[in-house]
Structure formats: structure tokens, C-alpha cells
């Protein structure tokens, strides 16, 4: 395989954002949200995407659930077999290139955390829901969490920073670039009522989730790490509007649940 975006970063990636005071907090609200919504409840076969360093993977896994994750880098992959449990069964896979996947033909939770989903434009998507729409039998269950058009966050950074140019950067049907530990990923923003469309047709919709509307964006990491005491207190509303899913097209991520009907 090629080299994929975020080879580069696999290494640190831990370091940076899993291991971060904030993304830990991210981390912990969306498995609040799928506690709640009791989808780590019994023995569930779970197809990730983009599992990035497995971190997910292995939580799952140690909830009693058999894992398949995968992911388009295989550095990521390479983190992935070093450092977690051996039974899980990690491969590398682009999401583009599912089509013939068995494990996710069997699966009846498919998950994809913190944005991998981004990595698509917009008919690299619409195709993705039709694969799922083909693959999964009813009642299978699925939990995306994506990063949307507009981020109050971001908006309030970039006045205070002067980057004007930078406002609204997210609402755009073009690639932005982000920055992820010095390598430039290109990245598509979804909105929640772009995912409802795509979904609704062959998907029930039972959960629309803000993740981080409160919780500030992983690079502010560095302002936050020096006032935790602040991230409590914004951790604490967090959890207070959680069921806010007005809130979602303005956070850092939503998160959204919905089953094969
Ligand atoms: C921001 S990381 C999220 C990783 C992990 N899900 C987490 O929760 O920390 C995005 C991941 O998506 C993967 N990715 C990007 N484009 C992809 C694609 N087209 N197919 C599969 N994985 C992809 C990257 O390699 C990276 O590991």
C-alpha cells in the first residue's frame, strides 16, 4: 500500500491527541453516549474504521465485544498490533475499498471516532452509507463521530487570533487543510443534516449528539493543559447539555447514532 496521510503522525498520535487532557474528555463523552444509548451492553461484533492507534478497539474489546478494526495507514495499523490486545483483529483498509470486507458483512455495530469520516468528500460518503446500506443487516447499529460545518470554538479563536480569513473556514465544499502534527490533511466538513440525508432512506436515526461544544478543540491543548481547572468546569457543562443535539452543528464533533431499518 502506499503511503497514507497520518503515516507520519501515528507515532505521536497518542501523544497528542488520545493522551491529551482534552482528548480524553472528548473520549470519554462519546463512550457516556454509547453507555447511554446501550450499545456496549451484551457481545456485539464491531467493525471500526479508521481506528487510528486502536485505543477504541481495545475498549471495546475489554467490554466483552470481538473487534475487526482497520484503518487506510498502515503505521497506524503498525501501532496498533504493538500495543494493544493480540485477539483483536486489526488490518489496514481504506474505507473506499470496503466493498468486499466479510467481517463487516457480519458486524452489527460499525463505528468511526473522531473524524475519519472527514477524510471523505462528499460522494466518497454518499458512497460509504450505500456500502453500509447493502452490507449490514437490520437492526445493525452504527455510531459516527465527525466534525461539522461550524465550530463556536474555532470561531471565538480565530476573532481573538485576528484570522479573519480563517472564519468560516469549515463551511466550505472544498478540502480544508488541517494540520495534524505537521502533516497537511486534507479535510471535508459534514453536517448532521447531510448525514440525516444520506441516512434516512435505509437507516433510523436514534441519536444526534454535540461532542465538544463546551470542551474546546485538542489544539487548544497547550492553553487548557495550564488550566485544567477551567476544563473541569467546561467538562461539567458538557455533560449538563449532552442531550442538546441543537448543539451538534456548532461543536468540535457530533456524534450520531442510527440502525439498519
Ligand atoms: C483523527 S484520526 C482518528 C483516529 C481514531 N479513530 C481516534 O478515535 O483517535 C483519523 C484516522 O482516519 C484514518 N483515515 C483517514 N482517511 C481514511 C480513509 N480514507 N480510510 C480509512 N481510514 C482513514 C487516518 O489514518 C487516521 O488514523
Known sequence: MKEQLFDTSAKHYDDQFTNSLIGQRQRQRVYA???????????????????GTGFDADFFFKMGHSVTATDASEKMIE????????????????????????????????????GGLNCL?????????????????????????????????ETVYFVVKGKWGEIGRRNKNLAQTVNVNGEEVPTFYHSPSELNRLLRQDFTLSALRPIAFFLPPSYMEPF??????????????????????????WSDHYMLIAQRK
Open 79 to 114: 501501532q496498533c498490533k504493538t500495543a494493544r490486545n493480540s485477539s483483536i483483529q486489526f488490518y489496514p483498509l481504506r474505507i473506499q475499498d470496503a466493498t468486499h470486507d466479510q467481517a463487516l458483512e457480519n458486524a452489527n455495530f460499525v463505528f468511526s471516532n473522531f
Open 33 to 51: 453516549i454509547l453507555r447511554e444509548k446501550g450499545l456496549l451492553d451484551g457481545s456485539r461484533l464491531i467493525f471500526e474504521f479508521n481506528c
Open 121 to 153: 468528500n462528499k460522494d466518497e460518503l454518499k458512497e460509504f452509507i450505500e456500502l453500509l446500506s447493502r452490507k449490514l443487516k437490520t437492526d445493525s447499529q452504527l455510531a459516527f463521530v465527525i466534525m461539522p460545518k461550524h465550530c463556536l470554538w
Open 224 to 249: 487548557f493543559s495550564k488550566h485544567p481547572w477551567l476544563l473541569g468546569i467546561l467538562n461539567k457543562f458538557e455533560i449538563l447539555f449532552s442531550t442538546w443535539s441543537k448543539l451538534a452543528n
